[in-house]
């Protein structure tokens, strides 16, 4: 998984997407996902680093089947916060 994490003011943006899906566009129902190489592809990590980084999120930004399942096994994200676009897993995530 390729996670990139952006700072924005107060907040910290972790950005993360399963390798196979960055630089591509998905499209359904009017939806559309833009997996940009700028905004996803940062350092190739492990589930346990992943897993570390969310910690220090403010808000999390998730595509892709194992990069959301991340998300739910840690506690982040349920099944019902989930979309699919053109069959791709998305979640967002936002932390108070």
């Given at each position: 998984?390729?996670v990139?994490?952006?700072?924005?003011?107060?907040?910290?943006i972790?950005?993360a997407?399963?390798?196979?899906l960055?630089?591509?566009?998905?499209r359904?129902?009017?939806?559309?996902?833009?997996?940009s190489?700028i905004f996803y592809k940062?350092?190739s990590?492990?589930?346990?680093?992943?897993?570390?980084?969310?910690k220090?999120?403010s808000?999390?930004?998730l595509v892709?089947e194992e990069?959301?399942?991340?998300?739910i096994?840690e506690?982040?994200?349920t099944?019902?916060s989930i979309?699919?676009?053109?069959g791709v897993k998305h979640?967002?995530?936002v932390?108070?």
């Open positions: 998984m390729y990139k994490i952006h700072i924005h003011e107060r907040d910290t972790l950005a997407c399963d390798e196979d960055v630089g591509r566009t998905f359904a129902d009017g939806k559309k996902l833009d997996v190489e940062g350092e990590v492990s589930r346990e680093v992943l897993a570390r980084r969310m220090e999120a808000i999390m930004n892709g990069s959301v399942a991340v998300a096994e506690g982040y994200a099944a019902d979309i699919e676009i053109d979640v967002q995530v932390l108070m």
